[in-house]
């Protein structure tokens, strides 16, 4: 199984170790220097770089270096290579770079600002966090970057799990449907990515939220058909048609598992006169 996960878009390498134990986060304003290369060459070199983590342009490269900044500590230099099978949007350099060769951002973080930590935030606070990233996490699936669709969907999954623990405002239609949204859209950038199982539990979650969700269902048959599990996919299809009869993505889908189950039994068949005929 094929799993499309960082190590196919890019690499984050600490080149030395700074001090402290804080890491910079969601908010902090941080003073980095950045020198870009590609091969043997300095394309752009700039000390005294401003940036604000999740503020900004949405853009492939900004998120890959709010992720690393998000693991350094302060006077860490970090090396942020990034393949060549990325759309790169440059936010730094204009010019014309070469497309069949990574590049190789190398970072330092000379200092940031402390932010208030997660669970010090008030419901409020939780509840923005989370509708920020999921809109964030939208524009990135709309633009084919499911990763980083993944990454923002998965920071509101967490912030709402964290209110739901700690305040008693979790409990109305609102607060339900959020979540439910967080869990379907997550599974459905996991399925883009070939995590099945994560599909599988992600979905699972959505469905304890609402039983009936035809989305979830559809998902969930989608991942067990990856993983070979045809009985599962099969009463999960026979659920969402059941709640959506004339879904027509649902009934491509049961063709489809139909001749999954034919392929899968012909292939059986095979091996089977194979072994007798040896």
């Known amino acids: 199984m094929i799993d499309l996960g960082r190590q196919q878009f890019f690499v984050i390498n600490i080149l030395q170790q700074g001090s402290g134990v804080e890491c910079p986060q969601d908010g902090s304003r941080c003073l980095i220097e950045v020198t870009l290369s590609q091969g043997d060459k300095v394309l752009f070199e700039r000390t005294n770089i401003k940036w604000c983590i999740g503020e900004g342009v949405l853009d492939v ?17 970090c090396q942020l290579s990034i393949k060549p099978n990325v759309d790169l949007q440059e936010p730094f350099l204009k010019g014309v770079i070469a497309k069949n060769l ?3 951002y190398e970072i330092k973080l000379t200092s940031f600002t402390e932010v208030k930590n997660s669970w010090e935030f008030s419901f409020e606070e939780r509840w923005l966090f989370a ?21 923002h969907y998965s920071k509101a999954t967490k912030s709402l ?31 883009k990515l070939q ?14 939220i609402d039983k009936c969700n035809v989305k979830a269902l559809f998902r969930r048959a989608q991942a067990y058909m990856a993983q070979k599990d045809f009985v599962e996919a099969s009463h999960d ?12 993505e649902i009934i491509q889908l049961q063709k489809k598992l139909k001749q999954k189950i034919k392929e899968h039994e012909d292939h059986m068949t095979k091996n089977l006169e194979r072994m007798f005929n040896n």
């Open 61 to 77: 490269v900004s998120e890959y270096v709010n992720e690393c900044l998000e693991s350094m500590h302060c006077g860490d230099i």
């Open 102 to 104: 990574s590049l190789h």
């Open 131 to 151: 509708l920020r990233h999921k809109e964030m996490g939208k524009t990135f699936y709309h633009m084919g970057k499911w990763l980083l669709a993944a990454r």
């Open 161 to 191: 799990i964290f209110a739901q623990q700690h305040h008693t405002e979790t409990n109305n239609d609102e607060f339900c449907t959020l979540k439910l949204q967080c869990y379907l859209n997550l599974a459905a950038c996991q399925l």
């Open 195 to 208: 995590r099945y199982t994560h599909v599988l539990e992600n979905s699972t979650k959505a469905l304890s």
């Open 237 to 248: 299809i026979k659920k969402a048609q059941m709640i959506a009869p004339r879904n027509s």
